[in-house]
């Protein structure tokens, strides 16, 4: 997939709300850190996982669907196989009155859900990380791109 930068800073410069469909509680998963990071950097993340609904992760209650999170999301960070991303993004656009990005994570690829967030106005990124793309935009970039912000007490 090809997006010029200037879509990308774009994009990450209005996105506010971004809700994180498939984080994981576990700190070692992607899913986790990149949430993580997002928050850190500013954005209100919304973590959406059935498995954790109720917990609380970056200072948000954890959703267990989409139509549970707060109505003002700007960017769903798809976080699942490419199998399952359409009936993401049909709920998104269901339930979203301000979507403006549907973002899918490295290595998830859904030609169809593209298309159907395109055709209403949408903004998709796909096979790409908010993360890393931020991190070199914004001049962030360290360690080769995955610089996480995890300190470990072994170095």
Aim: hydrophobic share 45%; with cysteine.
């Amino acid at each position: 997939m090809q997006y010029a930068d200037d879509k990308l800073k774009a994009i990450l410069t209005r996105t506010k709300t971004i809700a994180v469909v498939g984080v994981s509680m576990n700190t070692v998963r992607p899913s986790y850190y990149v949430a993580r990071y997002l928050s850190l950097k500013g954005y209100r993340v919304i973590p959406v996982n059935p498995g954790h609904a109720g917990k609380v992760l970056f200072g948000q209650e954890v959703r267990a669907t989409l139509a549970d999170c707060p109505k003002e999301v700007d960017m769903v960070d798809i976080f699942r196989r490419p199998e399952h991303v359409l009936p993401i993004v049909e709920e998104a656009l269901a339930v979203f009155p301000s979507l403006a990005t549907i973002w899918m994570q490295i290595g998830v690829i859904n030609d169809a859900a593209a298309a159907l967030a395109e055709a209403r106005g949408v903004d998709v990124v796909m096979d790409r990380c908010p993360k890393i793309e931020y991190q070199r935009l914004f001049g962030e970039l360290r360690m080769g791109g995955f610089n996480t912000g995890i300190i470990s007490s072994k170095l």
